[in-house]
C-alpha cells in the first residue's frame, strides 16, 4: 500500500510559478512510477507529467516547455515546477503512483493517488 500527500498548491496570477510536492509513505518510492494529473471543473481527469525510477519523464503536450517533473528517491518526494502559469492550469492537481513497466498516461493505470491540491491562477 502506498499513501501519498500533495503539498504547494494556491492561488497566483498568471505568468507566475508555483512547485508541487507528493511524498510518498508506505512501500519502496524507488521501484514506482510517478505521475501528475489534473482535474478541472466539469472536466476529465488530464495526464500532466511521469516520471520513472531512473528519471525517464514524459510530458504533456499542453505544459511541455512550462512544467517541468523531477523526484527524489532518497526522500520519497515527487516535484512539479509549474512555470508561466496560465488560467487554463487551474485545476485540482493529483500526484499517483504505478508498479507498470512503461511509463503510462492513462489514469487507469495508476494504483495509488493522492487527495490533490487546488491551483488557481487569476487572469
Known amino acids: 500500500q502506498v499513501q501519498l500527500i500533495e503539498s504547494g498548491g494556491g492561488v497566483v496570477h498568471t505568468g507566475d510559478s508555483l512547485r508541487l510536492s507528493c511524498g510518498a509513505f508506505g512501500s519502496t518510492f524507488s521501484h514506482l512510477i510517478m505521475g501528475w494529473f489534473r482535474q478541472a471543473p466539469g472536466k476529465e481527469r488530464e495526464f500532466v507529467a511521469a516520471?520513472?525510477?531512473?528519471?525517464?519523464?514524459i510530458m504533456s503536450d499542453s505544459v511541455k516547455g512550462r512544467f517541468a517533473a523531477s523526484r527524489d528517491n532518497a526522500e520519497n518526494t515527487l516535484y512539479l515546477e509549474m512555470n508561466t502559469l496560465k488560467p487554463e492550469d487551474t485545476a485540482v492537481y493529483y500526484c499517483?503512483?504505478?508498479?507498470?513497466?512503461?511509463?503510462?498516461?492513462?489514469?487507469?493505470?495508476?494504483?495509488?493517488w493522492g487527495q490533490g491540491t487546488q491551483v488557481t491562477v487569476s487572469s
Open positions: 499517483a503512483a504505478t508498479r507498470a513497466i512503461v511509463i503510462p498516461r492513462g489514469p487507469s493505470d495508476y494504483d495509488y
Open positions: 516520471i520513472s525510477w531512473t528519471g525517464a519523464r
